[in-house]
Nanobody
Framework: QVQLVESGGGLVQPGGSLRLSCEASGFTFAMTDMSWVRQAPGKGPEWVSGIKSKDSSTYYEESVRGRFTISRDDKRNVLWLQMDNLRPEDTAVYHC?????????RGPGTQVTVSP
């Protein structure tokens, strides 16, 4: 049974930083591409970032490129998203997701709010 548990969200001022974590279980994490997906109020899910299992190559949505960094620890089954220089438009629930893109199962999410 796939389990994904996110943590690390919170309220931060514009320009601030947060580091999201995702603890994964129930599947072979080291052999699985992983993603972060966010959903803002009233909007559909948005694929923010992804990291491949084979070579840790990455994808970033254009608006977060250069500000967010995705990484993984295959020994601990943990996925991270380092978010720097946060903007109000980054406010959303952030979900850890199994697989590349929007197709895989997601965790319940952690709320990120960027506000003065």
């Amino acid at each position: 049974q796939v389990q994904l548990v996110e943590s690390g969200g919170g309220l931060v001022q514009p320009g601030g930083s947060l580091r999201l974590s995702c603890e994964a279980s129930g599947f072979t994490f080291a052999m699985t591409d992983m993603s972060w997906v966010r959903q803002a109020p009233g909007k559909g899910p948005e694929w923010v970032s992804g990291i491949k299992s084979k070579d840790s190559s990455t994808y970033y949505e254009e608006s977060v490129r250069g500000r967010f960094t995705i990484s993984r620890d295959d020994k601990r089954n943990v996925l991270w998203l380092q978010m720097d220089n946060l903007r109000p438009e980054d406010t959303a629930v952030y979900h850890c997701a199994k697989d590349w893109g929007l197709r895989g199962p997601r965790g319940p999410g952690t709320q990120v709010t960027v506000s003065p």
